[in-house]
C-alpha cells in the first residue's frame, strides 16, 4: 500500500501530522479517526521498505506484546493505560521506545492502527491489519489473541524443524571436521613418508598423496581456499534468489518436498483464516500474507490476488495457481457456499498440521542413518585409501 504524510486538524487539538499507509486517499480519514473536512493537505511519498518485527537488529517480541495487550484488554485496562503498562515493564530501550512513541499517538488522537504504522521496524503488516479490522468493533482483545495463537504455532512449528535438523547438522559438522583433519594434517605426512613408492599404486592413493603433498607444501594456501569457499557458501546463502532457488530444489526432494510444500500451505490457510475472520478484505489479506510465504510460492499468491480482483471464485483460484490440497480444496468449496471461508481454511490448516511431526519423524528415522552411511563411507574410504599403499609397501618387503 502507498504511503502518505497527512496533516490534519482534529476537533479537539491543534494542527497534526502523520505518516501512514493506507490503500487509497478515500481511507485516510477512517484510519486517522477525524471526518474528511478534517484533513487538509495529503502528499503521497514512495512506497517504504518492507517492514520488519525486528527493532535494531533484535525481533520484536510481537507474540508477548499481542498476548500482554490482550490479557490487559480483556481484564477491562484502557488501551493507552495497557501501552503505558507494557512500556513501563519492558527491560530492552529499543522496545520501550517502540511502546513511548505508539502512546505518544495515541494521545495525540491517532487510532492504534496508525500508531502502529508508524513503528514498521516492531510491527509487521499482519499485526496492523489485524488491528484496524478490530479496533473500532471493540473486539481488538479476541484478536490479539489470536494473533499471539498465531506466532505461538508459527515459532512452535520453526522450533520442531531446528530441533529435528540439529542432530544432522551436528553429524556433518563432526564428519566433516574429521575428513578435514584427515586431509589437511595426517595425509601430508603420509605423503612425505610414502614419496618413494613411486607411481605403482592406485588412482584413488595416488590422487590423495598428490593433495596430500600440495597441503603440505602450500598450508596457507589450502586454508585461505576453504575459508574463501565457506564465505563464499555464507553470502550465496544470504542473497534472495539462491535462497528461492535452494528451497525449491528442496521442494522437489522425493520425501521432504511434499512435507515441506504442506506446511508453508498451512500457514498460508492459517494466515489468511485470521485476516478475513478480522475483517480484512480478501485482496488485502492476501496482499498481507503474501511476503509470510515461502519463496518460490509468493508470485503464485500474486497471481491468485489478480485472479481474485478480477472476479474469479477464489476456490477456483486457488486450484489454478496450485495452492490448494485435495483436502482444502473441498473445505474451500464448503466455506464458499456457507460464507464461513475463514472457518474453513483455519480447518485446513489444522488438518495439516499433522505433517510437520510427520517430516520430523522421517528426519530422525531416514536422513540421520544416511547421513551417518555416506559419513561413514568418505571417512572409511579415505583411510582404505591412505593405507593401501603401506599394505604394498609390506607385500614388497615381504
Given at each position: 500500500?502507498?504511503?502518505?504524510?497527512?496533516?490534519?486538524?482534529?476537533?479537539?487539538?491543534?494542527?497534526?501530522?502523520?505518516?501512514?499507509?493506507?490503500?487509497?486517499?478515500?481511507?485516510?480519514?477512517?484510519?486517522?479517526?477525524?471526518?474528511?473536512?478534517?484533513?487538509?493537505?495529503?502528499?503521497?511519498?514512495?512506497?517504504?521498505?518492507?517492514?520488519?518485527?525486528?527493532?535494531?537488529?533484535?525481533?520484536?517480541?510481537?507474540?508477548?506484546?499481542?498476548?500482554?495487550?490482550?490479557?490487559?484488554?480483556?481484564?477491562?485496562?484502557?488501551?493507552?493505560?495497557?501501552?503505558?503498562?507494557?512500556?513501563?515493564?519492558?527491560?530492552?530501550?529499543?522496545?520501550?521506545?517502540?511502546?513511548?512513541?505508539?502512546?505518544?499517538?495515541?494521545?495525540?488522537?491517532?487510532?492504534?492502527?496508525?500508531?502502529?504504522?508508524?513503528?514498521?521496524?516492531?510491527?509487521?503488516?499482519?499485526?496492523?491489519?489485524?488491528?484496524?479490522?478490530?479496533?473500532?468493533?471493540?473486539?481488538?482483545?479476541?484478536?490479539?489473541?489470536?494473533?499471539?495463537?498465531?506466532?505461538?504455532?508459527?515459532?512452535?512449528?520453526?522450533?520442531?524443524?531446528?530441533?529435528?535438523?540439529?542432530?544432522?547438522?551436528?553429524?556433518?559438522?563432526?564428519?566433516?571436521?574429521?575428513?578435514?583433519?584427515?586431509?589437511?594434517?595426517?595425509?601430508?605426512?603420509?605423503?612425505?613418508?610414502?614419496?618413494?613408492?613411486?607411481?605403482?599404486?592406485?588412482?584413488?592413493?595416488?590422487?590423495?598423496?598428490?593433495?596430500?603433498?600440495?597441503?603440505?607444501?602450500?598450508?596457507?594456501?589450502?586454508?585461505?581456499?576453504?575459508?574463501?569457499?565457506?564465505?563464499?557458501?555464507?553470502?550465496?546463502?544470504?542473497?534472495?534468489?539462491?535462497?528461492?532457488?535452494?528451497?525449491?530444489?528442496?521442494?522437489?526432494?522425493?520425501?521432504?518436498?511434499?512435507?515441506?510444500?504442506?506446511?508453508?500451505?498451512?500457514?498460508?490457510?492459517?494466515?489468511?483464516?485470521?485476516?478475513?475472520?478480522?475483517?480484512?478484505?480478501?485482496?488485502?489479506?492476501?496482499?498481507?500474507?503474501?511476503?509470510l510465504m515461502a519463496l518460490p510460492w509468493q508470485d503464485a499468491v500474486a497471481r491468485l490476488a489478480?485472479?481474485?480482483?478480477?472476479?474469479?471464485?477464489?476456490?477456483?483460484?486457488?486450484?489454478?495457481?496450485?495452492?490448494?490440497?485435495?483436502?482444502?480444496?473441498?473445505?474451500?468449496?464448503?466455506?464458499?457456499?456457507?460464507?464461513?471461508?475463514?472457518?474453513?481454511?483455519?480447518?485446513?490448516?489444522?488438518?495439516?498440521?499433522?505433517?510437520?511431526?510427520?517430516?520430523?519423524?522421517?528426519?530422525?528415522?531416514?536422513?540421520?542413518?544416511?547421513?551417518?552411511?555416506?559419513?561413514?563411507?568418505?571417512?572409511?574410504?579415505?583411510?582404505?585409501?591412505?593405507?593401501?599403499?603401506?599394505?604394498?609397501?609390506?607385500?614388497?618387503?615381504?
Amino acid at each position: 500500500m502507498p504511503d502518505y504524510i497527512v496533516r490534519y486538524q482534529p476537533e479537539q487539538a491543534g494542527l497534526q501530522q502523520a505518516r501512514l499507509q493506507a490503500p487509497d486517499r478515500q481511507a485516510l480519514a477512517g484510519l486517522l479517526g477525524v471526518s474528511p473536512q478534517r484533513i487538509l493537505s495529503v502528499q503521497e511519498v514512495e512506497e517504504a521498505p518492507a517492514p520488519t518485527s525486528s527493532v535494531r537488529g533484535k525481533r520484536f517480541p510481537l507474540q508477548l506484546f499481542s498476548q500482554e495487550l490482550a490479557v490487559l484488554l480483556g481484564a477491562g485496562v484502557s488501551l493507552v493505560e495497557a501501552l503505558e503498562t507494557l512500556s513501563e515493564k519492558e527491560a530492552q530501550p529499543a522496545v520501550r521506545a517502540a511502546l513511548e512513541s505508539v502512546v505518544h499517538a495515541l494521545k495525540a488522537g491517532q487510532p492504534l492502527s496508525a500508531a502502529l504504522r508508524a513503528q514498521p521496524q516492531a510491527f509487521d503488516e499482519l499485526i496492523c491489519a489485524l488491528v484496524a479490522a478490530n479496533e473500532r468493533s471493540g473486539q481488538l482483545a479476541p484478536a490479539l489473541a489470536q494473533h499471539a495463537r498465531y506466532l505461538a504455532w508459527v515459532q512452535q512449528l520453526r522450533d520442531r524443524l531446528v530441533a529435528a535438523c540439529v542432530y544432522p547438522a551436528l553429524l556433518l559438522g563432526v564428519g566433516s571436521a574429521v575428513i578435514l583433519f584427515l586431509l589437511l594434517f595426517v595425509l601430508p605426512r603420509f605423503a612425505g613418508i610414502l614419496d618413494g613408492l613411486g607411481s605403482d599404486l592406485p588412482w584413488g592413493s595416488l590422487a590423495l598423496l598428490r593433495f596430500g603433498r600440495f597441503a603440505g607444501e602450500h598450508p596457507l594456501a589450502v586454508a585461505l581456499s576453504l575459508g574463501g569457499a565457506l564465505l563464499s557458501a555464507v553470502l550465496a546463502l544470504r542473497s534472495a534468489p539462491v535462497r528461492a532457488a535452494l528451497q525449491a530444489r528442496l521442494w522437489t526432494l522425493p520425501a521432504i518436498g511434499p512435507r515441506l510444500r504442506v506446511l508453508a500451505l498451512a500457514r498460508f490457510y492459517r494466515s489468511l483464516a485470521m485476516l478475513l475472520a478480522a475483517g480484512v478484505p480478501a485482496l488485502q489479506a492476501l496482499k498481507i500474507v503474501q511476503p509470510l510465504m515461502a519463496l518460490p510460492w509468493q508470485d503464485a499468491v500474486a497471481r491468485l490476488a489478480t485472479a481474485v480482483g478480477e472476479g474469479q471464485r477464489f476456490s477456483e483460484a486457488l486450484e489454478a495457481q496450485g495452492l490448494a490440497t485435495p483436502v482444502a480444496r473441498r473445505m474451500v468449496r464448503v466455506g464458499e457456499r456457507s460464507g464461513e471461508l475463514a472457518a474453513m481454511l483455519e480447518r485446513a490448516a489444522a488438518f495439516h498440521d499433522e505433517e510437520a511431526v510427520r517430516l520430523t519423524d522421517f528426519l530422525s528415522r531416514a536422513l540421520n542413518p544416511a547421513l551417518m552411511l555416506v559419513m561413514g563411507v568418505l571417512i572409511g574410504g579415505i583411510i582404505v585409501l591412505m593405507y593401501l599403499p603401506i599394505f604394498q609397501l609390506v607385500e614388497q618387503v615381504q
